[in-house]
């Protein structure tokens, strides 16, 4: 069965840094497109990040750029996020999926919270 489970999230405060992981399990993540989500707070979830081994690539959105980091592992297990300097607006869950930019109809994993504050 191929599954993906986030982990990672935490309490930080403004400034702090944060590592989410993304591990897929029944299957090799090399072969596809992974995508990062942020669900704020009464919102929908939007595209944050996306790496393409395949094209070599790694995107992100304007509002992350320069402080999160996408990378995943030589085996092809996990998917990370370094988040640095995470901000009050950065608070919400994260969600991992076989997909970039929009967010899939739904997520195989359960996400993981993030929460900034003083």
């Known amino acids: 069965q191929m599954q993906l489970v986030e982990s990672g999230g935490g309490l930080v405060q403004p400034g702090g840094s944060l590592r989410l992981s993304c591990v897929a399990s029944?299957?090799?993540?090399?072969?596809?497109?992974v995508g990062w989500f942020h669900k704020a707070p009464g919102k929908e979830p939007e595209g944050i990040s996306c790496?393409?081994?395949?094209?070599?690539?790694?995107w992100y959105d304007a509002s992350v750029e320069g402080r999160f980091t996408t990378s995943r592992d030589k085996n092809g297990a996990t998917v990370y996020l370094q988040m640095n300097s995470l901000k009050v607006e950065d608070a919400g869950a994260y969600y991992c999926?076989?997909?970039?930019?929009?967010?899939?109809?739904?997520?195989w994993g359960q996400g993981t919270q993030v929460s900034v504050s003083t």
């Open positions: 029944g299957f090799n993540l090399d072969a596809y497109a």
């Open positions: 999926a076989l997909k970039c930019f929009s967010p899939p109809a739904e997520f």
């Open positions: 790496i393409n081994v395949i094209k070599d690539d790694i």
